[in-house]
């Protein structure tokens, strides 16, 4: 007998691996409805032919979006988990648009008229659906080319699905060029079924309930509890991520739906600065930062961009785990800035709070 998304999903709560929610129970049919035309779309289906190779009727596609942690990635990954892996791609939205950007670069040094034609072929062979998660666009080369890269996905016969904190209209919101922009809104909502996930609940804010999320000293037993904590939160999956920042790229080696690991100088060692660290915390709901030293005149330079990156995450309001030298008040005794650096302690008390960034 042939599974369905409501059948998976019941096998899920059943095992304890996932809490029923009358929420997402209500979006089942809509990833059923795009599974099954999926599946029907490629009975029959022959080789490419003409530029694309057109298939039959294109599925219309998903686009999940809610607040933070309410089970958007989660149902994605489900529905993916339904399909023959060689028929759907999974990835995470800024992962993907810098392999577009990427391709587009090498197009180009190889004298192609459109660079967009051959890339999007290239991404649309053999392909039958596109899963992106947390789609937000930032960047202004991105917006410049997704909408005309979605439309030649379409019409290539990739449906897409795709989650997102914010509904298309807020997409790109207040952007540089943004009625350049808006077409890409309109396709979404002609080509996708726009559903909101609007559960009370935060799940990824549930795992960590009751949680210690501050470890000191920096020793084994930290280690062990931070690995614990990645385990939970990403089941121990991760994956590679590249931000682009004004023409520079930032690296987390360690992502998945949108949980990040760094030690403190993959973030506050390198020549980052506001406009990084805000990039980091639009694409990261949860930071694990790992190996926060004791701060002076010696690492003077690290220290100030500590104080920035945790100013930026507090008023993101992501998520903050941490494993550190010593308890926040501790970290910086002495030298240039020990007065400033009180409101960072009192920050790092107050992220440890298991009610904190609830509200955002």
């Known amino acids: ?45 022959g080789l490419f032919s003409g530029l694309f190779g057109k298939r039959a009727e294109t599925p219309r596609g998903l686009y999940l979006w809610g ?11 489900l529905f993916v988990s ?34 967009l034609l051959p890339v999007a072929k ?21 917006a410049m080319i997704v909408g005309r890269l979605f439309a030649l996905l379409d019409e290539a016969g990739v449906a897409i699905i795709t989650t997102s904190n914010r509904p298309p209209d807020d997409l790109y919101k207040n952007g540089l060029n943004r009625d350049l922009f808006l077409p890409f809104i309109a396709h979404i909502k002609e080509r996708l079924d726009v559903i909101e996930l609007a559960s009370a609940t935060d799940y990824r804010q549930d795992r960590l309930a009751g949680e210690q999320v501050y470890f000191t000293p920096l020793d084994a037993t930290a280690r062990e509890e931070i690995d614990r904590i ?3 939160l990403t ?7 590249t ?47 790992e190996n926060i030293p004791t701060l002076g005149r010696s690492n003077f330079n690290e220290a100030k961009r500590f104080v920035t990156l945790i ?21 910086y005794v002495e030298g240039e800035g020990t007065f400033e650096f009180e409101r960072t302690a009192s920050r790092l008390r107050e992220m440890q709070d298991a009610n904190w960034g609830k509200d955002a």
Not at 246 to 273: P, Q, T, W
Request: hydrophobic share 40%.
């Open 1 to 45: 007998m042939e599974q369905t998304i409501q059948s998976i999903y019941a096998a899920r709560v059943e095992s304890g691996e996932i809490h029923s929610d009358p929420n997402q129970l209500a979006i089942l049919p809509d990833l059923e409805r795009l599974r099954s035309d999926v599946l029907e779309n490629s009975k029959g289906k």
């Open 67 to 77: 607040g933070v942690g309410r089970g958007k990635s989660m149902l994605m990954d």
């Open 82 to 115: 339904s399909l023959p892996e060689d028929r759907i791609r999974r990835v995470h939205f800024h992962a993907f648009m810098q392999e577009i950007q990427n391709a587009l670069h090498v197009a180009r040094k190889e004298g192609a008229e459109d660079a």
């Open 122 to 142: 290239d991404v649309a062979e053999g392909l039958q659906v596109l899963a992106l998660d947390e789609m937000q666009i930032t960047d202004i080369a991105d």
């Open 230 to 232: 990645w385990e939970r």
């Open 235 to 241: 089941g121990g999956e991760s994956e590679h991520l």
């Open 243 to 289: 931000l682009t920042v004004k023409s520079r790229s930032v690296e987390i080696a360690k992502f998945h739906n949108g949980v990040a690991r760094m030690g403190f100088y993959d973030l506050c060692g390198k020549f980052l600065g506001p406009a990084d660290y805000l990039a980091i915390a639009e694409a990261v709901r949860v930071l694990i930062l």
């Open 311 to 331: 100013d930026t995450l507090y008023e993101a309001k992501t998520r903050l785990i941490c494993s550190a030298a010593a308890q926040p008040e501790m970290l």
